[in-house]
């Protein structure tokens, strides 16, 4: 069974940039589609960013488009999120999850068969 860890969170101040990974281990992440989500206070964990199992399909949410970059590195295990022109409302806990189907980018939460424990991320104006 994959486990997921995050990293990579901190704080930031507004416009400041910061690279979140998420790692794998127990087994291989390149078959699985992958998906960045997050979760602000009083708010339902969203989508940020997917990408399927070759990175060759991605979706961002509207409000990272430009701003964020998911990529893969297969060898390594591992995804990354990196996140540029950062703003106070991208504070949130980020998660990354996994799906074993990776042949597209699932787009509901609930979709998604593993989690990592999630790193928070802190944007100051």
């Known amino acids: 069974q994959v486990q997921l860890v995050e990293s990579g969170g901190g704080l930031v101040q507004a416009g400041g940039s910061l690279r979140l990974s998420c790692a794998a281990s127990?087994?291989?992440?390149?078959?699985?589609?992958v998906g960045w989500f997050r979760q602000r206070p009083g708010k339902e964990r969203e989508l940020v960013v997917g990408?399927?199992?070759?990175?060759?399909?991605?979706a961002y949410a509207d409000s990272v488009k430009g701003r964020f970059t998911i990529s893969r590195d297969n060898d390594k295990n591992t995804v990354y999120l990196h996140m540029e022109s950062l703003k106070p409302e991208d504070t949130a806990v980020y998660y990354c999850a996994a799906i074993r189907n990776g042949r597209r980018v699932a787009a509901s939460r609930f979709e998604y068969e593993y989690w990592g424990q999630g790193t928070q991320v802190t944007v100051s104006s």
């Open positions: 990408i399927n199992w070759s990175g060759g399909s991605t």
């Open positions: 127990g087994g291989t992440l390149s078959t699985y589609a």
